[in-house]
Nanobody
Framework: QVQLVESGGGLVQAGGSLRLSCAAS????????MGWYRQGPGNKRELQAT???????NYADSVKGRFTISRDNAKNTVYLQMNSLKPEDTAVYYC???????????????WGQGTQVTVSS
């Protein structure tokens, strides 16, 4: 089994920063793309940032220039550095990882349990 465990959420004032972490553990052969999504109250879950094994990144327009995604492949961990936070960034943040079990395994999609980020005005 594979687990993704997130940490780093919390309450912060507008303009502040938070750093989220997500560590994958279990029967892992390789982790391909990793990403962060968020789901605000009454909204659907939306992609915020992704990163490939090689480090190529992609961001939602709403977070470009403020959020930075990174990963440590040796630790099977992905990070999201969030700066200049706004009240509209308030949401539950979920990490996502596409994982294989062997050279012949298909890719499986895994989610973290979610971590709450609240930005006060």
């Amino acid at each position: 089994q594979v687990q993704l465990v997130e940490s780093g959420g919390g309450l912060v004032q507008a303009g502040g920063s938070l750093r989220l972490s997500c560590a994958a553990s279990g029967s892992i052969f390789s982790i391909n793309a990793m990403g962060w999504y968020r789901q605000g109250p009454g909204n659907k879950r939306e992609l915020q940032a992704t990163i490939t094994t090689g480090g190529s990144t992609n961001y939602a327009d709403s977070v470009k220039g403020r959020f930075t995604i990174s990963r440590d492949n040796a630790k099977n961990t992905v990070y999201l550095q969030m700066n200049s936070l706004k009240p509209e960034d308030t949401a539950v943040y979920y990490c996502n990882a596409k994982i294989t079990y062997s050279t012949r395994s298909p890719e499986y999609n895994y989610w973290g349990q979610g971590t709450q980020v609240t930005v006060s005005s």
